[in-house]
């Protein structure tokens, strides 16, 4: 099994050659240059950790897998780690190598290098001047493996790495100190200890993997039991962030002899790594319900991202002999094609996209602005919109900020998604779209006829209708009465 070794972004792989030879010979090495070569530089640690994942499994196509990453490297690593077990891939192994971390650098940081101390110097190197953009500071999230750090000595004393169990548990970071600086530690004789600790580490974690909660889920929830069960069967998803209850108004307006379920994205309870592509969603669900394919006619909708996720369990189903009555697509992008650059967005602009949806929601401002959150740290910016629902009477004044890292690391997931069907649908879709209420009308006019020729390239079997309302409200009071009559259910 191989061990993929992540660049620091340094374009020097050097360092990664004296390692490896004194990691176990047994075990086939990996180095993966930061930028490839012909490529163009991404902006975010996410962007960069995708492109990754991507030249992982053209090696390894499936788990377990074993990584580890020097300096920013290690950032890249732990983020590449978060991806694949997003996509249910087992991570047997993940090793930080001397990776600083600061979960409280502000997004906005332009201190210039040689104006900051010792320790924050070693921190903007290795996790802004890499990236190019200071505003994509990178916040890693928690995921249910062990972390090997392996600390330098230098970096014991200068308290740099101890952060890192604000997103590790105590009880999964594994902390290795090795001999000398965040550069000596790779030279001899430090780096023949630290190819021993990490070929020991690797062997252990062996020893002790587990299997990923993550695949335990269950995402099926029903929304009505209906009086006709197993005839016929509509299936939901929600979009990106979004949940079930979306769905609750729109299954009160539909016939009762409906059976009606939604599929519960995973990791909006801020416990479980959501899913990272579109395709591993889809598979999950259809495991879910498999049986009830063979029993009556299924249909399935979907909104906004889950738009995407019904159209891939539209497209397997069809692969194994499943007759899909109706598939409906609620103001949803077409899919990505094959020059469709990676998604890319910093942690700013995922919030200001959730503030964005949430103000469409309520059709009006939360009185929330980019310049007002800018200076602060991801805690401060979640605080900030936590306190913006609660005065919405959105959430209650009981709940507790840390209730939205859940929904907006699913969001974000979600957001820098790309996904590129693997071929043509010849189905029937019924794709209905809402005016984008920032815009006029002559551009909401274009956007729509832009929408339609995507989708036709994947679904040339496509029907359009234009929705009242918004991306959010057309599930809402009246708009979503006028959209029942709408639809189509075959």
């Known amino acids: 099994m191989p061990l993929f070794l992540i660049d620091c972004d340094t374009g020097e792989l050097r360092y990664l050659s004296a390692l490896a030879s004194y990691i176990n010979e047994l075990?086939?090495?990996?180095?993966?240059?930061?930028?490839?070569?012909?490529?163009?530089?991404?902006?975010?640690?996410?962007?960069?950790?995708?492109?990754?994942?991507?030249?992982?499994?053209?090696?390894?196509?499936?788990?377990?897998?074993?990584?580890?990453?020097?300096?920013?490297?290690?950032?890249?690593?732990?983020?590449?780690?978060?991806?694949?077990?997003?996509?249910?891939?087992?991570?047997?192994?993940?090793?930080?190598?001397?990776?600083?971390?600061?979960?409280?650098?502000?997004?906005?940081?332009?201190?210039?290098?040689?104006?900051?101390?010792?320790?924050?110097?070693?921190?903007?190197?290795s996790q802004t001047q890499t990236i190019g953009r200071e505003d994509s500071m990178y916040s890693a999230q928690g995921i249910p493996i062990p972390v090997h750090l392996f600390a330098s000595e230098q970096s014991i004393k200068m308290n740099l790495t101890p952060r890192w169990n604000v997103p590790v548990p105590h009880e999964q970071l594994r902390t290795i100190t090795i001999p000398g600086t965040c550069h000596s530690m790779l030279k001899s004789p430090n780096v023949q200890l630290l190819g021993d600790a990490i070929s020991q580490a690797i062997q252990n974690a062996f020893a002790d993997s587990t299997q990923l909660r993550e695949k335990d889920y269950y995402p099926l929830v029903m929304l009505q039991a209906g009086s006709n069960s197993?005839?016929?069967?509509?299936?939901?998803?929600?979009?990106?962030?979004?949940?079930?209850?979306?769905?609750?108004?729109?299954?009160?307006?539909?016939?009762?002899?409906?059976?009606?379920?939604?599929?519960?994205?995973?990791?909006?309870?801020?416990?479980?790594?959501?899913?990272?592509?579109?395709?591993?969603?889809?598979?999950?669900?259809?495991?879910?319900?498999?049986?009830?394919?063979?029993?009556?006619?299924?249909?399935?909708?979907?909104?906004?991202?889950?738009?995407?996720?019904?159209?891939?369990?539209?497209?397997?189903?069809?692969?194994?002999?499943?007759?899909?009555?109706?598939?409906?697509?609620?103001?949803?992008?077409?899919?990505?094609?094959?020059?469709?650059?990676?998604?890319?967005?910093?942690?700013?602009?995922?919030?200001?996209?959730?503030?964005?949806?949430?103000?469409?929601?309520?059709?009006?401002?939360?009185?929330?602005?980019?310049?007002?959150?800018?200076?602060?740290?991801?805690?401060?910016?979640?605080?900030?919109?936590?306190?913006?629902?609660?005065?919405?009477?959105?959430?209650?004044?009981?709940?507790?900020?840390?209730?939205l890292y859940g929904p907006l690391r699913t969001f974000a997931m979600a957001l820098r998604t790309r996904y590129i069907p693997n071929e043509i649908y010849h189905g029937a879709i019924q794709l209905v779209l809402a005016d984008d209420q920032r815009l006029d009308q002559a551009a909401n006019q274009k956007k729509y006829q832009q929408t339609v020729e995507e989708w036709k390239k994947w679904a040339p079997n496509v029907t359009h209708v234009k929705a009242p309302g918004n991306h959010m409200t057309l599930l809402k009071g009246k708009n979503l009465h006028e959209l029942v009559k709408l639809l189509r259910f075959c």
């Not at 012909?38 to 991507?54: P, S």
């Open 27 to 125: 075990t086939p090495i990996y180095a993966l240059p930061a930028v490839p070569a012909g490529e163009v530089r991404l902006g975010t640690v996410e962007g960069m950790a995708t492109r990754m994942v991507q030249m992982i499994r053209s090696v390894q196509p499936f788990g377990p897998y074993q990584i580890a990453g020097w300096s920013f490297g290690g950032i890249l690593a732990y983020e590449i780690a978060t991806q694949l077990i997003g996509i249910n891939q087992d991570v047997r192994f993940l090793g930080l190598i001397d990776t600083p971390y600061d979960p409280w650098i502000s997004d906005s940081s332009k201190e210039p290098k040689e104006q900051l101390d010792d320790r924050k110097q070693l921190l903007y190197l």
């Open 230 to 403: 197993g005839k016929a069967s509509l299936f939901c998803v929600p979009g990106a962030g979004d949940n079930v209850t979306r769905f609750i108004e729109l299954a009160d307006n539909l016939d009762k002899r409906w059976v009606i379920y939604g599929f519960q994205p995973r990791g909006l309870d801020g416990a479980l790594v959501p899913y990272s592509t579109v395709s591993t969603a889809s598979q999950v669900y259809l495991s879910s319900i498999k049986e009830m394919c063979s029993k009556g006619q299924i249909h399935l909708l979907g909104h906004s991202f889950g738009g995407w996720v019904v159209f891939d369990m539209a497209q397997q189903l069809l692969k194994e002999g499943c007759q899909i009555s109706s598939l409906i697509i609620l103001d949803s992008e077409a899919p990505d094609s094959q020059d469709t650059p990676i998604r890319e967005y910093s942690r700013m602009e995922v919030i200001m996209h959730i503030i964005g949806a949430i103000e469409m929601d309520l059709e009006r401002s939360l009185g929330i602005s980019q310049v007002d959150i800018n200076l602060q740290d991801y805690s401060a910016q979640i605080e900030v919109l936590h306190n913006a629902l609660v005065r919405e009477g959105i959430m209650s004044r009981r709940s507790e900020p840390d209730t």
